[in-house]
């Protein structure tokens, strides 16, 4: 975790999902600010993912120790667990579109938008069926167009893996 989060701390975002239990979720890592705002559709205590924020921390806390001078970071995250994003229907297990829904509306995707005009197209509500088929066919698309094909931005050739050397 502490050399991917070196090789990204020219972002400004670091996004997160992560898969627990059957559920998934989405952490967003502020690399400016020391903020890991917690992205849940089913909106799960603090607690449920304590097993990952706290190896978040030991690693962030090491890396505002190699990185002195560079921001004004706190030495530990500050943890967001009540963003209100939308919520997941009682009996369904659409969270992973939710998680694929947060990343596309949360990058920008080219356009000129700002964060809070972002985070705000994500309400309280329930997804309707129309919208997470929208997300599925988005997702589908983006698989087949960035990912198996070669011209694709994220094809496995190795390209995206390149970064900082290691420091441990």
Same mark, same amino acid.
């Given at each position: 975790?502490?050399?991917?989060?070196?090789?990204?701390?020219?972002?400004? &975002?670091?996004?997160?999902?992560?898969?627990?239990?059957?559920?998934?979720?989405l952490l967003i890592l502020s690399i400016e600010t020391?903020?890991?705002?917690?992205?849940?559709?089913?909106?799960?205590?603090?607690?449920a993912i304590q097993h990952i924020i706290d190896p978040?921390?030991?690693?962030? *806390?090491?890396?505002? *120790?190699?990185?002195?001078?560079?921001?004004?970071?706190?030495? +530990?995250?500050?943890?967001?667990?009540? $963003?209100?994003?939308?919520?997941?229907?009682?009996?369904?297990?659409?969270?992973? $579109? $939710?998680?694929?829904? &947060?990343?596309?509306?949360?990058?920008?995707?080219?356009?000129?938008?700002?964060?809070?005009?972002?985070?705000?197209?994500?309400?309280?509500?329930? &997804?309707?069926?129309?919208?997470?088929?929208?997300?599925?066919?988005?997702?589908?698309?983006?698989?087949?167009?960035?990912?198996?094909?070669?011209?694709? +931005?994220?094809?496995?050739?190795?390209?995206? $893996?390149?970064?900082?050397?290691?420091?441990?």
């Open positions: 975790m502490y050399d991917s989060l070196t090789r990204q701390s020219y972002k400004s &975002y670091i996004f997160i999902p992560y898969n627990f239990g059957y559920h998934w979720i020391g903020n890991l705002t917690v992205f849940d559709s089913m909106r799960n205590p603090k607690s978040l921390n030991r690693v962030w *806390k090491k890396f505002v *120790k190699n990185n002195k001078g560079r921001g004004q970071w706190r030495p +530990e995250l500050n943890v967001n667990m009540d $963003y209100p994003c939308a919520r997941q229907q009682q009996g369904t297990n659409w969270c992973g $579109y $939710y998680v694929c829904d &947060y990343l596309h509306i949360m990058t920008p995707c080219g356009k000129a938008t700002d964060e809070e005009t972002r985070m705000s197209q994500m309400g309280d509500e329930c &997804y309707s069926t129309d919208r997470i088929n929208a997300v599925c066919e988005q997702l589908a698309g983006f698989i087949l167009n960035e990912i198996l094909d070669p011209r694709g +931005e994220f094809y496995p050739d190795g390209h995206i $893996y390149r970064g900082l050397p290691s420091t441990s």
